[in-house]
């Protein structure tokens, strides 16, 4: 049973654009939830996780929205860039539970 | 400091043959989780050790195992490989005083295993 949802698989966007990555999780016990950036041939590497205590996290270009009530949150990417290519994963996991469970990635793909 | 790194990067095996992959973690680092990446799977979690101890494992059958060492390397083996083994297995260290699975994870490169 797949605990974290993400959609979408593939997105295309212009240069400068915003960039959109939602997921949706079942377990409310979920109380961290980090986005994770990965390139070809490199593991993931944290980019911005946020708690269930707060509903914006902000770091540069980078957003997380995240809706307690939804179960739901977002990653936002604002004026994205060429380097901004590559999959994203969405995660969530429960303090003291010593288990992340990712989403199925979403391959972003940014214009020149 | 030196990341993450994992050994061997790629490999090619037969079915029914058994693999050893390794992972020495980030210097300090006490918590070391393996993860198998696949297409259709995505990422998903094998098991989690801390200090020498497996803390939680995934929905994996027994044909996967792993343990750390006291310097906290970690190796995981897979016996009577299938070809559903097919995979990138990665590993990621994190740690502090307090670890959990929640402090930052950094992961290495990976291991490609193919399994013909």
């Known amino acids: 049973q797949q605990q974290v949802k993400q959609s979408p698989q593939s997105l295309i966007v212009q240069k400068g654009g915003i960039s959109i990555i939602n997921c949706a999780y079942e377990n409310t016990a979920f109380d961290y939830f980090p986005w994770y950036q990965q390139f070809p041939g490199k593991g993931p590497a944290l980019l911005i996780a946020i708690r269930p205590d707060v509903s914006e996290k902000k770091e540069g270009r980078f957003t997380i929205s995240f809706n307690k009530s939804a179960k739901q949150f977002s990653l936002h990417i604002m004026d994205s860039q060429p380097g901004d290519s590559a999959t994203y994963f969405c995660a969530a996991s429960t303090t003291g539970n010593d288990k992340i469970i990712f989403g199925k990635g979403t391959r972003l793909h940014i214009l020149p | 400091k030196a990341g993450v790194t994992q050994t061997p990067r790629y490999l090619i095996k037969t079915r029914g043959q058994q693999v050893t992959l390794s992972c020495s973690p980030i210097s300090g680092h006490r918590s070391v989780s393996w993860y198998q990446q696949t297409p259709g799977q995505g990422l998903q979690f094998l098991f989690e050790y801390f200090s020498e101890t497996q803390r939680n494992k995934g929905n994996f059958p027994g044909r996967f195992s792993g343990r750390q060492f006291s310097n906290s390397r970690s190796e995981m083996n897979v016996s009577t490989l299938e070809l559903g083994d097919s995979a990138l297995y990665l590993c990621?260290?994190?740690?502090?005083?307090?670890?959990?699975?929640?402090?930052?994870?950094?992961f290495g490169p990976g291991t490609r295993l193919t399994v013909l």
């Open positions: 990621a260290s994190s740690g502090g005083a307090l670890a959990s699975v929640t402090d930052t994870q950094y």
